[in-house]
């Protein structure tokens, strides 16, 4: 028989939790998971999510959500593998740059303009696409230049 050791509020959470119960050996799962599954506005109803674990594991399971509770497998310097700043990613300005090239095309693509006879009409992205090069792509092009 099942008893319940943890109840969360999330259903990520508790099967986060109920993994890492698998992890040491103690067949854990979630109760209610595919009601959860199937309509999350249900996990108020249900009065959060349920982890069980056999009868004989129970002690040990709460035992193990405590520790975590108690933040003791955290990371001890949560910065030691951050993300690098924007600046820091090598291409991404280019990236963006060439993004911002490659918009007029697509808007023409999207909206017909080359099958267009209005001239208007074919030169609209064209002009769109340099309106956001002078706004978007030369900023990026002078802090890459920097």
């Known amino acids: 028989m099942s008893v319940e050791v943890g109840r969360f509020h999330d259903l990520h959470e508790a099967e986060l939790a109920a993994g890492l119960l698998r992890s ?3 067949q854990a799962e979630v109760a209610d998971h595919h009601l959860i599954g199937m309509d999350p506005l249900m996990q108020r109803a249900v009065g959060g999510l349920r982890v069980m674990a056999p009868d004989g594991d129970a002690v040990d399971a709460r035992a193990i959500l405590a520790r975590v509770q108690a933040g003791e497998f955290a990371d001890p310097d949560p910065d030691a593998e951050a993300l690098p ?3 820091d990613r090598p291409g991404h300005g280019a990236a963006m740059v060439l993004g911002v090239i490659a918009f007029p095309w697509a808007v023409a693509g999207m909206t017909g303009a080359r099958r267009s006879l209005s001239r208007r009409r074919r030169l ?4 769109l696409g340099l309106l956001m090069l002078l706004a978007i792509g030369v900023p990026l092009a002078v802090r890459l230049l920097h």
């Open 24 to 26: 040491a050996g103690i």
């Open 85 to 87: 700043e924007a600046d």
């Open 124 to 127: 609209a992205p064209l002009a």
